[in-house]
């Protein structure tokens, strides 16, 4: 595959010509200043097609509910898949549009004190999309989780008001991930000792919250992480990295929230001294009464979760089951999984199918399950992981609704 053909080869597809949005297309006219663009409006025939979320691959019902400028993937999308998720159902959480870059343009621009010479912003390093595929490639299999992932449950299981999207537990995917080490272009670039934080940052348009612009996308990463296992990827399963997804290249940062893995990645500040952005002081920490008056700490690892592979309110016939799941945790390997049909009152032992679950992955369970008989039932799941953190039935109350990891009670109807 030669580096700088990649991107063309999604864009000519048929669907995803015509589900280019006009939002992506502002986002492009607005880069095209100083970065680099796609073949661009030609690419697209120069009319993209006019949608609210601003998402350029489908987005067929069947796979996905719409939240704004937000998708998430149902989950009876992953009933049948072998362990990725694949791109086509992958979630896509986007504070504004997807922007449209072209690889061959697109450069990675490093910069500031904790460099060596501490390049300015406006004589950073730069680094192409050829010169990083002449890193050496790795490839990691890690989940990427909406830190809100489960939100719609405080309020529909807690009875709790929370701001943000009302994802039920489709805002996280498996992928694989290939790209280079951060810590070899950090290397490479000069980076000091003193170095403690780095600041990533997209190139999607400016996020503007209630008429407020906060600037691009970008979020503080500690030296510590960025070093240990953070992935500068340009692929995901195996195929150039999709618009939605970053294209050309994402940070993935394995078992963090979400927001840590910037898309769209346009430049790397880094910092002999703390670094700060609205996405790690004002969001992406727990609020409430519950937390200090500033907040928790800055939000890092995921928590535990799990998923049926079952549609939301399914109706199943009442004859014996297999329930499917999934199960993961930002601590890493999830070691035990229990499932209630009763509400909570007794559980029992779901048999994992993936032998040496992947830490940073998930883990693919199964159980059967003979309904007793026609009526609403409430099915439960719940993982524990290999530090000993499990599933509780209920969890702290914070004003943004993160990390929901208590026991989600899935309902379905036996007809
Ligand atoms: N540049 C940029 N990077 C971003 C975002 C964004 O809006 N812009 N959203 C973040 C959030 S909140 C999440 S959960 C993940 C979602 O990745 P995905 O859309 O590939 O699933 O991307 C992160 N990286
Ligand atoms: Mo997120």
């Known amino acids: 595959m030669r580096a700088g053909d ?4 999604d864009l000519t597809d048929e669907a995803t010509y015509e ?5 992506s297309r502002r986002g492009l006219l607005r880069l095209s200043a100083g970065v680099g663009l796609t073949a661009g409006l030609s690419a697209f025939g120069g009319r993209p097609v006019a949608a609210a979320t601003g998402i350029v691959k489908p987005l067929p019902p069947e796979l996905f509910i719409e939240h704004g400028t937000n998708a998430e993937m149902r989950w009876e999308a992953m009933r049948g898949q072998g362990y990725l998720t694949p791109a086509d159902r992958f979630f896509v959480r986007n504070h504004v549009a997807t922007p449209l870059l072209d690889a061959r343009t697109w450069r990675l621009r490093l910069w500031g004190t904790g460099l060596r010479g501490s390049p300015a912003e406006d004589r950073p390093l730069e680094f192409s999309y050829a010169d990083l595929r002449r890193f050496p490639a790795e490839t990691i299999t890690s989940f990427i989780e909406c830190t809100g992932n489960g939100r719609g449950s405080y309020a529909s299981q807690q009875g709790q008001e929370v701001s943000g999207t009302g994802w039920r537990l489709g805002a996280a995917g498996v992928a694989q991930w290939r790209g280079v080490r951060l810590s070899a272009v950090l290397r490479r670039a000069g980076i000091t000792r003193e170095a403690v934080d780095i600041m990533p940052r997209g190139l999607d348009a400016d996020f503007v919250d209630k008429g407020e612009n906060l600037g691009r996308v970008r979020r503080p990463l500690p030296v510590a992480k960025a070093m ?9 399963n195996g195929a150039p990295l999709p618009p939605d997804h970053g294209h050309p290249v994402r940070l993935v ?8 893995s910037i898309k769209w990645l346009g430049d790397i500040q880094v910092a002999d001294e703390p670094l700060f952005s609205p996405w790690n002081t004002r969001y992406y920490k727990l609020f409430g009464p519950s937390y200090p008056e500033e907040g928790s ?6 928590n535990v979760k799990s998923a049926f592979e079952l549609p939301w309110d399914a109706v199943l016939p009442g004859r014996p089951h ?5 199960s993961w945790s930002g601590n890493g390997r999830v070691r035990r999984v229990e499932v209630s049909a009763d509400g909570g009152r007794t559980w ?4 994992l199918q993936d032998r040496h679950p992947n830490p940073r992955g998930w883990v693919r369970w199964e159980l059967p399950w003979r309904p007793p008989r026609p009526g609403r039932y409430e099915l439960l799941a719940r993982a524990t992981d ?9 969890v702290p109350y914070n004003t943004f609704g993160y990390l929901f990891g208590a026991v989600v009670r899935h309902p379905v109807t036996i007809a």
């Open 386 to 394: 290999e530090t000993g953190a499990t599933q509780p039935a209920t």
């Open 322 to 326: 297999v329930l499917h799941g999934r």
């Open 348 to 351: 029992r032992r779901a048999r």
């Open 6 to 9: 990649e991107g063309e080869a």
């Open 19 to 23: 589900s280019v949005r006009s939002p």
């Open 228 to 236: 240990k296992d953070a992935l500068l990827a340009y692929e995901m």
């Open 253 to 260: 940062v394995p078992s963090w929230v979400g927001i840590a």
């Open 297 to 302: 700490p800055p939000l890092t690892r995921m």
